[in-house]
Nanobody, 121 residues
Framework: QVQLVESGGGLVQAGGSLRLSCAASGSIFSINTMVNTMGWYRQTPGKQRELVATITRGGRTNYADSVKGRFTISRDNAKNTVYLQMNRLKAEDTAVYYC???????????WGQGTQVTVSS
């Protein structure tokens, strides 16, 4: 099995920056078979979880329109870690951010515990 552990959330003023990290752990077999594309989702109370960004093992990225030009996803395959650099944060970026991997039928099957990001205006 694979476990995902996020870190780096917190409180920041609008216009500021935060960097989230997510480390995947597990057996070598699990990591190699389950941790291919990695991504970040976010969720606010009363709303569905929404995709923020994804990155393949080869480094191909995809972003939600709402974060393009402000957020950057990257990964270190040697450390099995994915990052989300968030710049020019807005109040509407406030959410719980979840790391995800192991997509099955377009839905991730492995999730981290979530980390709160709060942007004050």
């Amino acid at each position: 099995q694979v476990q995902l552990v996020e870190s780096g959330g917190g409180l920041v003023q609008a216009g500021g920056s935060l960097r989230l990290s997510c480390a995947a752990s597990g057996s070598i077999f699990s990591i190699n078979t389950m941790v291919n594309t990695m991504g970040w989702y976010r969720q606010t109370p009363g709303k569905q979880r929404e995709l923020v960004a994804t990155i393949t093992r080869g480094g191909r990225t995809n972003y939600a329109d709402s974060v393009k030009g402000r957020f950057t996803i990257s990964r270190d395959n040697a450390k099995n870690t994915v990052y989300l650099q968030m710049n020019r944060l807005k109040a509407e970026d406030t959410a719980v951010y979840y790391c995800a991997t192991n997509w099955i039928n377009t839905v991730p099957s492995k999730w981290g515990q979530g980390t709160q990001v709060t942007v004050s205006s």
